[in-house]
């Protein structure tokens, strides 16, 4: 693999000076289009051999275009923090909205090359880090990142000389170390490593560049003008795309087209569930009292053993959802929880990928997060409304099982609820939502509005069910139309998965 880089390659100074002040040039011309459109962001990778110029090259490009518009981030072990969260938060915490730039160095490919290189990891392990790598790359470039990644390479015995060359030089000593001299020492283990990842995940949308760093004038070319061409092709995409709802708008003589394509099924889900069975009242306060006691004791032994609980709620309008997830929240201490409602995303949330704003509330060690609506409006209300496109809702179940497998194999207690409730139950509640003034305020006309598309989302849910009900992440149906019997099972649920991942 290594040999794709030009070793030996140098510009001298003249052709430097000459190169530099147009690809400058270029390059801020190309950031200002790219601020302007803000129609995706750039995501640029630096990784490679100590000493090859990654750091140099990150502070020339910065210096080169306005940095008022770049993030740089320098990653080196993670925090208590970080560490209480699968291992891609941080990196998803840092990415760019639509029109900047980030440039990362020692980022998501660091720590497994390492544990590799240290024999801390398996040969599957590694390529299973990779594989999830991989995943979250085509996740950000599919949903229309330009991700670039360069390895800065330097052949063992011009890595030697630099190392020596900065030793001498009473300026530049800080920048060797004994790992430095060690991880020398064990330069064929790190580019074995290097290699074996460059090869699983340069792919033809985040594909690797290698670039030989010897000659800090010729790396610098060679990676502005790398730069400067992948923005410049994806601006000039983006100015020939037609977007879909357009096309859809065009056939339909100026009407979107609200038809739903999918796979028609003998059965829905839904239509399986027993919606008559009830609870007496005196039924529910045993109970209630009981799982209550049941579910404090075990978030108190969560938080001590550092395990994480993540509970989804989804659901109709007016089945219930606050009603259950305050059954659960009375039952706990305020600081080991926190509720997140999900509304319409903010611009600061749309410049982003839709998954961003999820990743950033992922719970610590020991704390619970419960999600009052989820990453699933991406596959209910915005395929439904047209909010997303056939192919972004339809790429989004792989997206999310890919999600809720990083939270399982963190070891994040993962518990999914579909509230459900019948057409009729559900229009009874609006009627006396309507008519008692104390919660009048929860009807709105948006809630009369998607009754009338009560069939489109039945038919996502059973899609939803179908495609994202995993092993590891699996769904629970609560049979709604009786609310003390939807809480029970809610409270018996939850406090089941906890107390077998507690054993």
Not at 132 to 156: C, N, P, Q, S, Y
Request: glycine share 4%; net charge positive; proline share 3%.
């Amino acid at each position: 693999m290594f040999e794709a880089a030009e070793v030996g390659r140098t510009l001298s100074k003249t052709e430097f000076k000459a190169q530099e002040p147009v690809l400058r040039a270029e390059l801020l011309e190309a950031q200002r289009q790219l601020r302007e459109s803000s129609s995706f962001p750039v995501i640029i990778l630096f990784a490679g051999v100590d000493t090859a110029g990654k750091g140099e090259t990150v502070s020339l490009l910065s210096e080169w275009m306005d940095p008022r518009w770049i993030t740089t981030r320098g990653y080196s072990k993670p925090s208590d923090e970080e560490r209480e969260r699968p291992r891609l938060w941080r990196y998803w915490r840092d990415l760019p909205p639509h029109g900047r730039i980030a440039m990362f160095l020692s980022a998501w490919y660091s720590t497994p090359i390492r544990n590799r290189v240290g024999r801390r990891s398996t040969m599957a392990e590694f390529d299973a880090a990779l594989d999830e790598i991989a995943a979250f790359e085509r996740a950000l470039t599919d949903d229309g990142a330009v991700v670039l990644k360069f390895w800065m390479h330097l052949g063992k015995q011009a890595q030697k000389k630099r190392l020596k060359a900065f030793e001498r030089d009473p300026l530049q000593q800080w920048r060797v170390t004994k790992r430095s001299w060690k991880h020398w020492h064990m330069f064929d283990l790190f580019v074995a490593a290097a290699d074996r990842a460059i090869r699983k995940t340069s792919t033809d949308h985040a594909p690797w560049h290698i670039v030989e760093g010897e000659d800090h004038h010729y790396r610098s070319i060679v990676v502005g003008t790398i730069v400067r061409d992948a923005i410049r092709r994806a601006l000039a995409a983006k100015a020939v795309a037609v977007p879909t709802k357009s096309l859809a708008r065009r056939a339909r003589g100026g009407r979107v087209d609200r038809t739903l394509r999918t796979v028609e099924r003998q059965y829905n889900v839904l239509d399986r569930l027993d919606m008559k069975q009830r609870l007496s009242r005196a039924g529910f306060r045993t109970a209630f009292e009981q799982l209550q006691g049941r579910l404090n004791l075990l978030v108190k032994k969560a938080r001590e053993s550092g395990v994480s609980t993540i509970a989804v709620f989804e659901g109709w309008d007016a089945a219930g959802k606050g009603g259950a997830i305050r059954r659960i929240t009375s039952a706990l201490d305020a600081r080991d929880y926190q509720v997140i409602p999900i509304a319409a995303p903010t611009d600061e949330e749309r410049a982003r990928h839709y998954l961003w704003r999820f990743w950033r509330h992922l719970p610590r060690a020991g704390r619970m997060t419960i999600f009052d609506r989820s990453w699933y409006g991406r596959v209910l209300v915005e395929r439904v409304e047209h909010f997303a496109t056939e192919t972004e809702y339809r790429r989004a179940y792989g997206e999310i099982t890919n999600f809720e497998e990083h939270l399982v194999t963190h070891g994040i207690v993962l518990v999914k609820f579909w509230l459900h409730i019948s057409k009729d139950e559900q229009l009874r509640r609006f009627r006396e939502r309507a008519r008692i003034e104390v919660k009048r305020w929860k009807i709105t006309d948006e809630d009369w509005r998607n009754r009338g598309k009560w069939s489109d989302y039945t038919m996502a849910v059973d899609e939803m069910v179908a495609r994202t009900s995993t092993t590891i992440a699996p769904w629970t149906l609560v049979e709604a139309n009786d609310k003390l019997f939807a809480r029970i099972k809610v409270l018996k649920t939850l406090t089941d998965r906890l107390e077998s991942r507690l054993k």
